[in-house]
């Protein structure tokens, strides 16, 4: 096949970027030499592709800051880090220096190399865990399609969240939307255990499902809620619970959550939804204005991101650890 069939139908490159590619100096060569998209590919061909930022590319406005980058994982067209909580992703009005964005630009200043900041997930600023972020077009385009196909079961990017919620999900009532399966995601996330009277025992070998559409609560651009009006978008959690415990604060919920969309706030607003806020969460649910909270800010952490065959995972924070330490397992 042509170089442009190659670069279209095996590597799904944009032609935004097959543009960009043609217009480079290197950038396409086969086996050395610079070709059109217009040469023939035959086996034991070396095509190489020039997909690297150049300096006229990197945003002057971000500027590089020496900030904690707890790198998970790099390779050619990714790079994961921990975010960690407090920090926002993107730069904003109040938050210029201190973002996720400024600590990339200094991680790679350092090495001398331009660099574009491209995330293909976000976490709310006191939201904390992995972040993938693409160093190139080409792993931009392709990951952040990847990330939208996940509104679904078959989206090759998965997200995995751990949170510890307030009070004790009762399957008895459930709300509108919410549902039980058994559980067959394997003995980490449904450990045995029962409390002898067929309650939240029996949650930790189910499946708890939020099928509960999520826009926009006016007046307010910041809040969401769950809503079955015709105005609202789909938006899908799947979640297990992985413990019980008791606190001064009340009952608690440690769960592993799977959001299957990724609507804004989704897993804190489904959560308050079936009366089980996130723990120091001050926007959502019936503890949202009490300042005695059991922890700094919403203890909500992506624990893991799964690409392809790959698994990337973020211990828990140290002020979750500490949370879970707070009661007794019921």
């Known amino acids: 096949m042509t170089v442009r069939e190659y670069m279209r139908r095996v590597l799904g490159l944009s032609r935004t970027a097959m543009t960009r590619l043609k217009q480079r100096e290197r950038g396409i060569m086969l086996c050395g030499e610079r070709v059109t998209v217009r040469a023939v590919l035959r086996a034991g061909d070396q095509l190489e592709l020039d997909e690297a930022d150049a300096e006229d590319e990197v945003n002057e406005q971000i500027e590089p800051v020496d900030l904690p980058f707890w790198v998970l994982y790099e390779d050619d067209e990714i790079i994961a880090v921990n975010k960690p909580p407090g920090m926002p992703t993107h730069p904003s009005r109040g938050h210029l220096y201190d973002t996720l964005a400024n600590a990339a630009a200094f991680y790679f200043a350092k090495r001398g190399q ?16 992995v972040v993938l972020l693409a160093k190139n077009k080409h792993a931009a385009y392709k990951f952040s399609r990847s990330i939208s196909a996940a509104c679904g079961r078959g989206g090759r990017i998965k997200k995995e969240y751990f949170a510890v919620l307030r009070g004790i999900i009762n399957p008895a009532e459930p709300p509108r939307g919410v549902s039980f399966e058994p559980c067959d995601f394997g003995e980490a996330a449904c450990r045995a255990g029962d409390d002898g009277a067929g309650g939240w025992g029996g949650l930790r070998r189910s499946k708890v499902i939020i099928d509960a559409p999520i826009r926009r609560a006016q007046p307010s651009i910041v809040l969401r809620e769950v809503s079955f009006t015709p105005d609202a978008q789909d938006a899908i959690t799947e979640f297990f619970v992985d413990s019980v415990f008791e606190t001064a604060f009340g009952p608690m919920t440690a769960v592993r959550a799977f959001p299957l969309t990724g609507r804004t706030h989704q897993l804190r607003v489904h959560f308050a ?11 959502y649910g019936q503890y949202a204005g009490d300042e005695n909270q059991p922890i700094a800010r919403q203890a909500l952490h992506c624990m893991a991101m799964t690409v392809g065959d790959l698994r990337i995972e973020a211990p828990l924070p140290e002020d979750i650890e500490n949370l879970l330490k707070l009661g007794y397992i019921k």
């Open 114 to 129: 331009p660099f574009v900041f491209r995330a293909i997930n976000r976490l709310d600023r006191n939201t904390s865990g």
């Open 273 to 283: 939804y079936i009366c089980c806020p996130v723990a120091g969460d001050t926007l």
